[in-house]
């Protein structure tokens, strides 16, 4: 089992910065990759950003240039930092953890950040 706790979230202004951290414990040791996930009210949740145990990154195409995750091995964390935000990066930021064998994805509880114009 692995458990993922997030924080960070928050309310900011346009153009503003937020980090979000994601704290692993349990068997980290099965994960693959680690990613961030948003959802708004009425939509599907969206990949943001992921990254590999071995580092290699993702993003949508949509938070490029602006958010950067990022991993910290010794304390097990994974970070999204968020800078130059938009009114339309609110939603609710959920961590996954990706186990390859058997395939399995863990979830945190999300946390909310709200960017206002």
């Known amino acids: 089992q692995v458990q993922l706790v997030e924080s960070g979230g928050g309310l900011v202004q346009a153009g503003g910065s937020l980090r979000l951290s994601c704290a692993a414990s349990?068997?980290?040791?099965?994960?693959?990759?680690m990613g961030w996930y948003r959802q708004t009210p009425g939509k599907q949740r969206e990949l943001v950003a992921v990254?590999?145990?071995?580092?290699?990154?993702n993003y949508a195409d949509s938070v490029k240039g602006r958010f950067t995750i990022s991993m910290d091995n010794a304390k097990n964390t994974v970070y999204l930092q968020m800078n130059s935000l938009k009114p339309e990066d609110t939603a609710v930021y959920s961590c996954?953890?990706?186990?390859?064998?058997?395939?399995?994805?863990?979830w945190g509880q999300g946390t909310q950040v709200t960017v206002s114009s």
């Open positions: 996954k953890a990706h186990r390859f064998r058997p395939p399995y994805d863990y």
């Open positions: 990254i590999t145990i071995g580092g290699s990154t």
């Open positions: 349990g068997i980290i040791l099965s994960i693959n990759d």
